[in-house]
């Protein structure tokens, strides 16, 4: 009996980066995340954070404060919120696109951050992806 052979209709992409072990989208996905995760506690950020915050009204006497979405308007222990750039980093797929990936990661203005839930982040940013694919399939017609 002959073995069945499966084809895959993915396109294999080269490894061209760490001595062939990384894709390009890989080493830039990389990238990325070793700078948000460095500028995780930018200051700008935090006190965006504080402005958003009260002291805490919920039963749970443990948790200090809460945090209201801008969105929403409902209140939040701080695992339940994230700090949202208002005006999105962008991508970073290339080398040209680091240089304006930090400039908006690193804004010093604190009214250029909001704080949201996580549905309400995670909508934002579909919301935004579509918006984005759609431009970019708008002017391959």
Not at 56 to 70: G, H, V, Y
């Given at each position: 009996m002959k073995a069945k052979t499966r084809r895959s209709r993915k396109q294999s992409l080269p490894f061209t980066r760490n001595a062939s072990t990384m894709t390009e989208s890989q080493f830039f996905s990389m990238i990325r995340s070793t700078l948000r995760s460095k500028f995780?506690?930018?200051k700008p950020m935090i006190i965006a954070l504080n402005a958003s915050s009260r002291p805490?009204?919920?039963?749970?006497?443990?948790?200090?404060?809460?945090?209201?979405?801008?969105i929403c308007q409902n209140w939040f222990k701080r695992a339940d919120v994230q700090i949202d750039h208002i005006i999105p980093c962008g991508s970073l797929s290339s080398y040209e696109d680091v240089v304006p990936f930090i400039q908006n990661l690193t804004n010093e203005d604190p009214l250029?951050?909001?704080?949201?839930?996580?549905?309400?982040?995670?909508?934002k940013t579909n919301e935004e992806r579509q918006t984005k694919h759609a431009k970019q399939a708008s002017s391959i017609i």
């Open positions: 995780r506690y930018w805490n009204e919920s039963s749970n006497k443990r948790l200090k404060k809460e945090f209201q979405c801008k250029s951050y909001q704080v949201l839930c996580k549905p309400c982040h995670q909508t």
